[in-house]
């Protein structure tokens, strides 16, 4: 069966670049999307189809992606970034839906 | 805006078949373009997807559950609905019904979760 890997737990200086990855072999054929989750409610969609922004996401946010790995990127991180992201894609079969175990981004 | 709203019992003792219910408004869930889903998060864990019912009935569940799981639509009442059956404690968790956009496979729309707790 198909996984995403996500690394659990990533830091970053406020102001700061910070990437966060997501490994599977799903994502050779599939895009990515990621979400953002805050302590007591429900996920957020920040990035569908590996790159696009939903409106109301701040421009801070950014997709990008290739080969087995997508990535998402906050430019100038502030403190209300810190939260759970999560990737999610197709597996393998391309019928069902697979999330990556989460990155806890916490923001010094 | 479209909301969702998920609804059903929050304590279902082992054994017996959680069913929950998410009705959408703001929308029509015959308007087609949408995957309605079933996700759930245990306690301090991540998402897990369950399954998706199209407007039409056509359902994809998570293999790892699919023997488990049935999903229904109810377009006159704009709702969709999951049953997971033979609860144990190890389906304890936060469900959420959410919109998935079928041209971009983004979750777009979550319900707000509800809590169901398996328990004797």
């Known amino acids: 069966s198909s996984e995403l890997t996500q690394d659990p737990a990533v830091s970053v200086a406020l102001g700061q670049t910070v990437r966060i990855t997501c490994q599977g072999d799903?994502?050779?054929?599939?895009?990515a999307s990621w979400y953002q989750q805050k302590p007591g409610q429900a996920p957020v969609l920040v990035i569908y189809?590996?790159?696009n922004r939903p409106s109301g996401i701040p421009d801070r946010f950014s997709g990008s992606g290739s080969g087995n790995t997508a990535s998402l990127t906050i430019t100038g991180a502030q403190a209300e970034d810190e939260a759970d992201y999560y990737c999610n894609s197709r597996d393998n079969s391309g019928y069902h839906m697979i999330f990556g175990g989460g990155t806890k981004l916490t923001v010094l | 805006q479209v909301q969702l709203q998920e609804s059903g019992p929050g304590l279902v003792k082992p054994s017996q078949t959680l069913s929950l219910t998410c009705t959408v408004s703001?929308?029509?869930?015959?308007?087609?373009?949408?995957?309605w889903s079933w996700i759930r998060q245990h306690p301090g864990k991540g998402l897990e997807w369950i399954g998706f019912i199209y407007y039409s009935g056509s359902t994809y569940y998570n293999p790892s559950l699919k023997s488990l799981v049935t999903m229904s639509v109810d377009t006159s009442k704009n709702q969709f609905s999951l049953k997971l059956s033979s609860v144990t404690a190890a389906d304890t968790a936060v469900y959420y019904c959410?919109?998935?956009?079928?041209?971009?496979?983004?979750?777009?729309?979550w319900g707000q979760g509800t809590l169901v707790t398996v328990s004797s």
């Open positions: 703001g929308g029509s869930i015959s308007s087609g373009g949408y995957y």
């Open positions: 799903s994502l050779r054929s599939y895009y």
């Open positions: 189809g590996k790159t």
């Open positions: 959410a919109r998935m956009v079928a041209a971009n496979d983004g979750f777009d729309i």
